[in-house]
């Protein structure tokens, strides 16, 4: 076998090795995720921490924000939040704040903004209360259009808005 | 076919930058691979701090705060198949009814108020919401048919798989409440 040959046979087996390890990588990229991008979760219904019940409604999108009064990490993003709240509500969004538990979030009345603590199972199946803060933004559908797990930074709120332009367009 | 110096280089340069994407490659499946095992959940073997509360179908604060030795079976009350679910739990609570330790069964709506209709009917408690947390270990036990067995402490005491037949689901929880 001469030196041309061999060469070829190399590069083409590595060519071939590179192309499986891509798809294998593209593959194993949703799996892993914790949400994956259009995933349909639920349109968040349930009791409040007023103990009123939030019924199924209709808005052109919802804003999920879970959070607790006591972790640092959901007062660091304050501003970009409230910036993806005042653009999202510009356009009719729901917001809905929630606590994984109980007694973790005091009552905060703040105009168009609910604060659902005791949810249905729906919503259970698709959101891991696993750390604190998630926001999500969510089509009318349900369906995840953007997630941010920790706080929101500001090229995630950029990304955010992006996904709100396209969600009203 | 003989090659010239420009083209050994060439080919050794081509060799070595696939070389380099294997290994970046490689890097990140490996990489993915320890993020998705790390991927956080709640382990329904955790049991949840602070007591079990929802509402029930009619809207109603529903605690499980025994002063005394008591169980707590948590299931989950399917909506589609709500024939077969009344029937299992009601007579798996009947066969348990003469136990010195009392049970509470807990039947959680898959579908929120839509098991209202079913409440006259059942023996168990029908809760239609949850805490989220809760909701989440009850939703992922489900995913995997199984049934979740607190004490009065709030520990879980096991995680069982749901059975049809409402014998064999009487038998194995009395197995594990002892």
Redesign the interface.
Known sequence: M???TL?KI??IS??V??TL??I??LA??D??R?YRSNETMSIP???LLN?D?LPLRSAPCYVIR?ATDQCRYCNMDQSEYNQLVQETQKTGCEIVV??????EMKLHPVENRVQL?????????A?????TPQTFLLDRTARIKWSCLGSVDIHALRLALRALKNINN | ???NNYQ?LI?IV??LL??C??IR??W??VS??R??SS????DVSIS???WW???DSA?T?RQFRPNGPEYLVVF?FHSQHAAADMSLWNETMQLLQSRLVPITFWG?????LDCNIHKDVASFVIL??????Q??I??KA??TDEILIYNQVNGLVAHLKRAVDPYIMSHAIEQRVR
């Open positions: 001469n030196y041309a060469s190399v590069i590595l060519v090795i590179c390890e891509y294998v990588f194993m990229r799996v892993g914790l219904t349930g009791f103990g019940y879970l929630s606590a994984p538990r109980v007694n603590q005791y949810v249905d199972m729906k919503m259970m199946r959101l891991r209360p696993v750390l | 076919m003989r090659l050994v080919t081509a060799t696939l070389l994407a294997l490659l490689l990140l499946d993915l691979v993020s998705y991927v956080p959940d709640l949840a701090s602070g509360q929802g509402y809207g604060l989950v959680i709506c898959d579908a929120g239609s919401h949850l805490d989220p947390y909701m989440r009850v939703a489900d995913a």
